[in-house]
């Protein structure tokens, strides 16, 4: 009687190490998700429900007092379409971004360059001219208000000295914008400078080496290694404080109240008295949602024309 031995093939046996290599990744998965559940708590807590919520509220007559809610759809929307104040709100935010995001990117540039050498002296300057980022809005409205005002203001002394007539920057509709934006320079030039300084410490030395063996002049240097070296610094620049400064609210309504005859009301204060003035919550969640997807739009394009650059 013969017997045969039976052989088990490669392909039949079990595979232990693929069955622990899976396990492994499933509690890895497990252990990432752990730490990532706080996280997501949070920001589903406080900002994907505020959000929705938001949305929602802009569908209906909806008063922050008392419980009317009455669902009218796209009613909110279509009053914006009709509202001078929004418009004249929509014009000065606007207006405000597109002449102080690219003047504070400007200025932080310039600090950066200016400041960037290795020497304590130089390192105390960045930490004064950072410092001013640590301010809150009262403390910094504050200042400049007392430094803006045309009695015993700083500016309004200067000028008497020289023996011309003080101005009341922010009492005059021609002056009070351009107030708001330099307040708001000097608030906001820290950050900038610290992204620039950044971006400078990551070009290589040996490129400066080899331009200054080639005796390039400094605006060439500027110009061809610099400057295009800190393209994607630029542009993070530019849409962070394109984002920052359609969301102005603080320095407008501490240091104007809105004024003179509206000139500086931002959307964000629109929002505000909207909500908190009239009561109005479902048609100041409206305007908060025109604004985010203009916030949206500029970070959009950011990361568009991100992608092309690296390509």
């Known amino acids: 009687m013969s017997v045969q031995a039976t052989s088990v093939t490669p392909a039949q046996a ?26 997501l708590l949070f920001y589903a807590v406080f900002l994907l429900y505020p959000f929705a919520l938001g949305l929602w509220m ?4 909806w008063e922050i007092v008392g419980d009317f ?12 379409w009709d ?8 014009k000065r935010t606007l207006q405000f971004a597109a002449m102080t995001a690219p003047a504070a990117t400007l200025l932080g540039l310039v600090l950066a360059l200016a400041l960037q050498k290795p020497l304590r002296i130089y390192a105390a300057l960045r930490a004064v001219f950072f410092a001013s980022n640590i301010f809150s809005v009262t403390v910094v409205t504050l200042v400049w208000a007392m430094v803006l005002n045309p009695d015993r203001g700083l500016i309004a002394n200067g000028l008497r000295a020289v023996g011309l007539q003080p101005i009341a920057f922010l009492a005059d509709k021609d002056w009070a914008m351009p107030a708001l934006m330099v307040t708001s320079l000097w608030w906001t030039a820290g950050l900038p400078m610290a992204l620039f300084l950044a971006g400078l410490q990551q070009i290589p030395p040996e490129v400066y080496e080899a331009a200054r063996l080639d005796k390039a002049s400094r605006w060439a240097v500027l110009r ?14 530019v849409v962070l404080q394109t984002v920052m400064h359609l969301q102005v609210f603080g320095q407008p309504l ?3 109240r809105g004024g003179p005859a509206n000139s500086t009301r931002p959307l964000v204060q629109l929002i505000y008295e909207t909500s908190f003035r009239d009561w109005r919550s ?5 305007i ?10 500029v970070a959009l394009l950011q990361f568009r024309l991100s992608r092309q650059e690296g390509e």
Do not use: Q
Request: charged share 15%; hydrophobic share 50%.
């Open 58 to 61: 802009s569908l209906h007559d």
């Open 69 to 80: 809610r009455e669902y009218i759809g796209l009613l909110n929307y279509a009053e914006l």
């Open 282 to 286: 479902g048609y100041a969640s409206a």
């Open 14 to 39: 079990p595979d232990a190490g693929s069955r622990n290599e899976g396990l492994a990744r499933h509690r890895n998965a497990v252990a990432g998700y752990a730490f990532l559940a706080p996280f």
């Open 224 to 237: 061809h290694i610099t400057l295009p070296a800190l393209a994607r610094t630029t542009l993070l620049v």
């Open 254 to 256: 501490l240091m104007t």
């Open 83 to 90: 509202d001078p104040y929004f418009w004249e709100a929509l």
């Open 288 to 297: 908060s949602t025109v604004l985010f997807v203009l916030m949206f739009g």
